[in-house]
């Protein structure tokens, strides 16, 4: 039997990329086709002018399919990055009743089912759209960090979830898009969930660990401890606002900023480039310059350190900090900036590295692999969903249950 071909499709404000993978029996992806260009229409993770977007969604689309002489088909799966996303720790339960419906009795199968469905249906505010509901853990009369309550006696049965919700408009309009393809957006992902699929290890999870998105307009990020969610969320700012500030501070047009920002940029001021001049021709009106390396290290530095502090802020106060013993794993575009996972561990006081991604063929993950992981996880994500394919799916599942503690709603 033929691996199924999955493609995932992500809509960023820097780029729009496509990979189309086929899922091995072992779990495994084989990368198929590539897709990237340059984004246009689209701000802060949302669009912004729909015809440009739409343009760029198909120019990455038609390249993909030329890289893998094979078509797309008619479905995608679409990793959602930005659309103001967060997370929602709750309970919800039964009451466990005898065989004479009176209170107390020995917990079933049944009962565990009707709990998680009762905690499933969580109402969420009419502009906002559920992503995902991950199981957590259960609590028996009170006694929680249950894992398996079936057999047990107790009067009261709850279950964990953690919800990821999003902005409605900005995740169907992105939908939208797809639509308008014309292509089935067979479902949507948070692209810090997805990100997290593709660099995360279980030991890490179970250690504690935090992936962070850094994207062109939109950083995304998750935290795990002891094999479960436990925060998410996404903040509008990324690269492009790294990029705005030398505009800015330097007096130079958006394409000088951005070249300086690949070609001399840190995150961290070097002490040994400090006094060393970066010389920039003129274009576009602009004249050319002489910058010192010290001045924008320093407006790269105080960006991208503005930017860990609200994230480290929110893990703060949710009293995560002190559980990150698996460290900080980056990916996204920004993940290549020179000395950014310095800079993480610096603000977060914990071991921070480039993500990898696993069990992937045909992708140089060592180069590409931060800048993929949204859309290769997204892949390993609608992998889980099918249904088309149950032992794969059976396997998948399996997978994401070991891994995350619980499937998507």
């Known amino acids: 039997m033929a ?30 086709g590539i897709g990237e260009c340059d984004s246009r229409g689209v701000r802060k993770g949302e669009i912004v002018d729909f015809e440009l ?22 479905s995608i799966y679409l990793a959602a990055s930005g659309g103001r996303a967060e997370s929602l720790l709750f309970a919800g339960g ?11 009795g020995e917990i079933t199968r049944d009962d565990i089912e009707h709990a998680l469905e009762v905690a499933r249906k969580i109402p969420v505010p009419e502009d906002r759209i559920r992503l995902h509901t991950l199981q957590q853990t259960f609590e028996v009369d009170g006694r929680s960090g249950i894992v398996n309550p079936e057999g047990m006696l107790a009067h009261e049965l709850r279950v964990g979830m953690v919800l990821i919700h999003g902005q409605r408009a900005v995740v169907e309009n992105l939908k939208k898009l ?16 997805c990100s997290a699929l593709a660099v995360l290890s279980p030991e890490q999870k179970r250690s504690g660990a935090v992936v962070i998105d850094l994207g062109g307009g939109t950083t995304d990020y998750l935290v795990c401890n002891a094999g479960l969610i436990k925060l998410s969320g996404s903040i509008a700012v990324g690269g492009d606002h790294v990029t705005a500030d030398i505009c800015s501070g330097l007096s130079l047009n958006r394409r000088q900023a951005e070249a300086l920002k690949k070609e001399s940029g840190s995150a961290v001021i070097n002490r040994l480039k400090r006094d060393q001049n970066i010389s920039i021709p003129a274009e576009g009106g602009f004249s050319g310059r002489v910058v010192r390396t010290a001045t924008l290290h320093t407006i790269i530095h105080a960006r991208m ?31 290549a900036l020179e000395g950014v996972a310095d800079l993480a561990q610096q603000v977060f006081n914990a071991p921070a590295h480039i993500g990898c991604i696993h069990n992937c063929i045909g992708l140089s993950t060592k180069q590409e692999g931060g800048r993929f992981a949204a859309v290769i996880g997204c892949v390993r994500y609608a992998a889980g969903q099918l249904k088309e394919e149950p032992q794969v799916r059976a396997g998948w599942r399996e997978w994401l249950s070991r891994l995350w503690g619980g499937k998507r709603d």
């Open 53 to 74: 977007a739409l343009d760029s969604v198909r120019r990455a689309m038609e390249t993909a399919e030329s890289s893998s002489n094979k078509s797309i088909g008619e």
């Open 94 to 104: 039964i009451p466990v009743l005898n065989e004479y419906d009176e209170p107390g």
């Open 3 to 32: 691996a199924p071909l999955i493609t995932a499709l992500e809509i960023g404000t820097t780029t729009v990329k496509v990979l189309m993978a086929e899922v091995r029996e072992d779990g495994g992806l084989m990368v198929a």
């Open 178 to 193: 797809t639509e308008s393809v014309p292509v089935v957006c067979a479902d949507a992902a948070f692209g810090g969930f």
């Open 305 to 335: 350190e503005e930017t860990f502090r609200l994230i480290a802020d929110r893990i703060e106060q949710n009293g995560l900090s002190g559980v990150l013993s698996g460290g900080i794993i980056l990916t996204g575009g920004g993940s």
